[in-house]
């Protein structure tokens, strides 16, 4: 689920960047999901999560804001439920028991509404199960990218805020203003490999940095592209694999209001 519109190649999504969900079946055991419950998968991407949780019995809705997305996550598991929704802007008449989040509300900039949205449409008592990037994720790669857009006269785009990555103390204070008891909140590294030993880091910039690209050159995106990846070839690179210097924010909460 993304809120701006970051150009979203599925296939390379699922072929380069499959760690995005991979990584995510370990909440799935956070989640604990049990028969006949309703669970709204938020940013569900291609679905493979969504199916995942549903094979415990419980009937699951997948929603992403990317069309794309959903539409991938359609034809893989035509039998489940995936709706095109915004995290910010949603509603559904049912309240769900539990409502889980894996790598999705770093791109949601509206970070108080998407908490109002998830109270909403909670029963009460129900759970939050999130995981996303928290305070100073990828900051090695952004802080190159930043400074070779700079360096080229991009200044607006090297000024984009493209993500959200809270610490831990600033997403509590907002789940706790808006009706949530955090049982549990843990920020730590989680250095990620990437699938390719040659671009890994171009093409990692490619799928979740597209934005900062609006008007740059193509040639200029091209060199921008190869001197990020030298630059951080000293901290990213290591025995052979591009590694992505990710932070993660795990959450588990209650609704109590």
Known sequence: MKTKSNNWKVNLYNKKHAFVYQFGEELIELLDPKPDELILDLGCGSGQLTNEISKNGAHVVGIDSSKEMISDAKSNYPELDFQVKDASHFHFNKPF?????????????????????????????????????????????????????????????????????????????????????????HLYDRPTKLADNENGIKDWIEMFGSLFFVNVSEQSKIDILEEVQNNVKSSCFNDGKWVADYRRIRILAKKIA
């Open 97 to 185: 028991d539990a409502i889980f989040s894996n790598a999705v509300l770093h791109w949601v900039l509206d970070a108080e509404n998407a908490i109002l949205n998830m109270n909403k449409n909670l029963r009460s008592e129900g759970r939050l199960v999130l995981e996303f990037g928290g305070k100073g994720n990828v900051a090695t790669i952004v802080n190159s990218l930043r400074k070779s857009l700079e360096k080229r006269g991009y200044l607006k785009n090297a000024k984009l805020k493209n993500w959200y990555f809270p610490s831990i103390s600033e997403y509590t204070f907002l789940l706790e203003k808006n009706g949530f008891e955090v049982e549990y909140a």
